[in-house]
């Protein structure tokens, strides 16, 4: 722990940058933990961890079909972890949500044209499903540290399987002002994912508005001490989900029948003390995903962003 407290205490005193000048491109290294214990609930998605490094894509390395005036590569790694709304059931409701648990590793290219503000990314989700995602014994190792009652159902998980989706979005900014020393901006969202871990069609829009909400189009340097929140709302037609409509390739496995139109909200903080170091809080509630679930869930996330 002392050993984190000196890396993060150099992070945040090495040499800044001037404010005001050229932008240079930052490595960030992302840190984030999704839970429900935020929302006082332990049902459905239940946690999810990812690490992930992104920085700059060089352009003269890069393809010309990537395109765009600015692009940048991200690499992540997480995991996901889903279980029924009764756990204590050594055989869970055929009605309810499967356990599942979800590895992955995510490549993504974003690109951004200052000209138009306009940013894009296309990224590919490999994965796999099934014992194999490790999401039994991290829930277990987990309950077993913290005290709580282990889950009891287990055996009855989506079977083995590997995962893969294709996604593309794209996101115009179609506003973006300043009023009593605020800035706020606004961006839409439309996204199309290809695969049979998830395929579906998903619409929205981000509204921020705080004290220097960073403007990613702009070539200067941010200024520190940033502080704003972060409002979404997004629409998602869901034509196949494996974690809900269980497995394509094998045969046998649990499932729901899911609902096919899905709505999530969400609020968010994100303070950052200097470019170096970015933290945030954000709390989403999701609409009943499958058929006979009466509410819907909400998680936590919390992210730490560290540049250099």
Known sequence: MRRLAWLLVLLGSSAAPVWGQPLSEPLRLRLTWENDLFAGQDRHYTNGLEVSLSGPLDLDCSPA???????????????????????????????????????????????????????????????????????????????????????????????????????????????????????????????????????????????????????????????????????????RAVGYDLLLDGNLLRSGGPSARKQPLVLELSLGLTVAVSDRLTLSYTHTYRSPQFAGQRRGDQFGSVALTISW
Do not use: K, M
């Open 65 to 235: 079909l990537l395109g765009g005036r600015r692009r940048e590569w991200e690499l992540a790694l997480g995991q996901q972890i889903y279980t029924p709304g009764d756990t204590s059931a050594p055989t869970p409701d055929p009605a309810d949500r499967p356990y599942a648990g979800l590895a992955y590793l995510r490549l993504g290219v974003t690109r951004r044209d200052p000209t138009v503000e306009v940013r894009d990314r296309l990224e590919l989700t490999l994965g796999f499903v099934g014992p194999a995602s490790g999401a039994e014994a991290a829930q277990r190792r987990v309950h077993r540290l913290t005290g709580s009652s282990q889950t009891q159902g287990w055996a009855h998980q989506l079977r083995q399987e590997p995962a893969v989706a294709l996604r593309y979005t794209v996101s115009p900014r179609l506003a973006r002002g300043q009023a009593l020393g605020l800035d706020a901006d606004l961006t839409a969202d439309l996204e199309l994912a290809l695969g049979n871990l998830s395929t579906h069609v998903r619409a929205g829009g981000l509204l921020r508005v705080g004290l220097r909400v960073p403007d990613e189009y702009s070539a200067v340097q941010p200024t520190p001490l940033r502080c704003y929140l972060t409002a979404s709302a997004h629409v």
